[in-house]
């Protein structure tokens, strides 16, 4: 399997130098050189296995450099972490299914690929022969960064450096990332928005002379975002594995059609659902769920897309994205691989906040429909569901439900629709218990409880003495300064 730059098809990689390098020397993201392609009759075969299986089946042949009996003893080790038969759960409601994807150890969908990265890491490192410590660099609106870090907690051979939104997290999100422990992990907070810590973190991977010293200094970069296609690939499995529940429940036949709903920020796990349609899985549409920092919304209605707007601070935050990483990688593909034309476009968006994809573009966008909710819109969405199915939603899944019921209503598709549930309610409490009118607490650790009394949902194990664990990562830093704080987490002076 060959990989190649977004920005230049001659920039090829296998999958352990893609996956240690994280980005493209070019600053391009990889991109599967052609799709690995299922047939229905493949994917009616899945249904009698469990999911480490099924994901090896459906991904494997994308790790072709690794050896497959550990990649799969990997593949157990890693979802045995999980409650149930699956780590994503499928259940049924009136109009839709909800796919659950985050019954893993932080609470949300990020588990499922990142507890994979890591073993992914450490092969890549043997097969490329590499004695180096992978130093693994994530920005994060919340989620990512906390299952980053449980992930590569004290995995010998890594560091972790965790960059954050000061203001643009939850309390739980916040702390579940202050209090990690682990002797390779590092958390900083940014001044700033997601936005700015995400943009500094990929100008490092294409800073020459920074990869200079800290190779000199014995460490590889990398990244635990989904611009690291270790990160996104494993998210195609979860879509596939939806569509053979949905089999095996005799909710669809064989070959039928389902629509697919994803709650959008950083466009990596509605990309991998489009991946997983170029692979043969049978859908029909994919329904791009944003809040009101709605550039992707804008973009597939009118093929502009532009970030000169208001940043909106809501209560899905890790949706207040402006700039979605993982569309550069959609845009390759419908241009059909003209990398000159990418490469044009990302330096309009660098230049100025805005380019236009062009007619020819947004008309291969036909596989999308955008929408967006506002807060009280989705606010309403999470409120129904509860009082009239009993079923409790986070505020991001409770956007991608609203858009949902308004594509709907506008169209009248009654395809079958899964639609990504992609964090746990309690891991926003507080906007969840408000929704509902239930009493909040002295802090977000309370409100947890009184969230629990009212509605009877179990709380995640992983929440289990947050409240009272101590800080261990209190460092802030302005938005220009994450050069400095890779410095200080590797104990060397940079240069100005």
Known sequence: MQLLST???????????????????????????????????EIAELIALPYPERFMRVLSPYFDEFNCETLHGFAREAYAKWPGATPAPLVSLRDCMMLELWHGPTGAFKDIALQM?????????????????VFVIVATS???????????????????????????????????????????VHVVAVRGNFDDAQTGVKNLF????????????GFVFSSANSINIG?????VAYYVNAYTQLLNQGEIKKGERINICVPTGNFGNILAAWYAKQMGLPVARLICASNENKSLTDFISTGVYDTNR????????????????NLERLLYHLSAG????????????????????????????????????????????????????????????????????????????????????????????????????????????QTIENLKEETGLSIPDGFDGLATAPVTHSTVIGKTDVKQAIAEALNFTPKP
Not at 231 to 235: I, K
Not at 313 to 325: A, E, G, K, R
């Open 7 to 41: 920005r230049d098809s001659r920039a090829s990689a296998g999958v352990a130098q893609a996956l240690l390098a994280g980005i493209a020397p070019d600053g391009g993201l990889y991109v599967p050189a052609q799709y690995l392609r299922f047939l229905p009759d």
């Open 117 to 133: 990265l890591p073993r992914f890491m450490a092969l890549a490192c043997q097969a490329q022969d590499r004695a180096e410590e």
């Open 142 to 184: 919340g989620d990512t960064g906390k299952a980053a870090l449980e992930g590569f907690a004290d995995v010998p051979g890594t560091r972790v450096l965790v960059f954050y939104p000061l203001d643009g997290v939850s309390d739980t999100q916040r702390l579940q990332m202050a209090t990690q422990t682990g002797v390779n």
């Open 206 to 217: 294409t800073n020459p002379e920074l990869i200079e010293t800290i190779s000199k200094m």
């Open 231 to 235: 990160r996104l690939v494993p998210q």
């Open 310 to 325: 208001e940043f909106i601070l809501t209560s899905s935050p890790s949706m207040d994205i402006l700039i979605s990483s």
């Open 338 to 445: 003209d990398t000159e034309r990418i490469t044009v476009l990302m330096k309009a968006l660098e230049d100025s906040g805005v380019f236009d994809a062009g007619p020819e573009m947004k008309t291969a966008l036909k596989d999308f429909h955008g929408g967006f909710a506002d807060m009280s819109v989705s606010h309403a969405a999470l409120a129904k569901l509860w009082h009239e199915e009993g079923y409790l939603i986070d505020t991001h899944t409770a956007v991608a439900y609203a858009v949902y019921s308004d594509y709907r209503a506008q169209t009248g598709d009654n395809t079958k629709t899964v639609i990504a549930s992609t964090a746990s309610p309690y891991k926003f409490a507080g906007s969840v218990a408000a929704v509902l009118g239930v009493k909040p607490g002295a802090d977000e650790f």
